[in-house]
Nanobody, 127 residues
Framework: QVQLVESGGGSVQAGGSLRLSCVAS????????MGWFRQAPGKEREGVGK???????YNTDSAKGRFTISKDSAKNILYLQMNSLKPEDTAMYYC?????????????????????WGQGTQVTVSS
């Protein structure tokens, strides 16, 4: 059974940083595709980015250059480092893992919600 548990959210001022963590069980961070999504109040869930053995893809222009997805294979943890945070980054952030041996497009995942999801961790950025 796949279980994803996020932590690291909180409240910060604009310009600050946070690092989100996702501890995975029943899933192998080092060899499988995983990613991060976020959902702001009243908005659709959107993919932040995904990582797989061959690379990393950041889905949103706002994340590029400010967010970094990485992993600790020994601990089986996925990270999302967020720098230069803006009020528009305020959202619930979700760790995500697709069905095994797949790495689908983040847009389709946001629509279908396919895969496994953590419970989410809230990030609030104040101006």
């Amino acid at each position: 059974q796949v279980q994803l548990v996020e932590s690291g959210g909180g409240s910060v001022q604009a310009g600050g940083s946070l690092r989100l963590s996702c501890v995975a069980s029943g899933y192998t961070v080092s060899t499988d595709c995983m990613g991060w999504f976020r959902q702001a109040p009243g908005k659709e869930r959107e993919g932040v980015g995904k990582i797989w053995p061959g690379g990393v893809l950041y889905n949103t222009d706002s994340a590029k250059g400010r967010f970094t997805i990485s992993k600790d294979s020994a601990k089986n943890i996925l990270y999302l480092q967020m720098n230069s945070l803006k009020p528009e980054d305020t959202a619930m952030y979700y760790c995500w893992a697709p069905p095994r041996f797949s790495c689908p497009d983040l847009g389709s995942v946001a629509e279908t919600r396919i895969g496994y999801w953590g419970q989410g961790t809230q990030v609030t950025v104040s101006s």
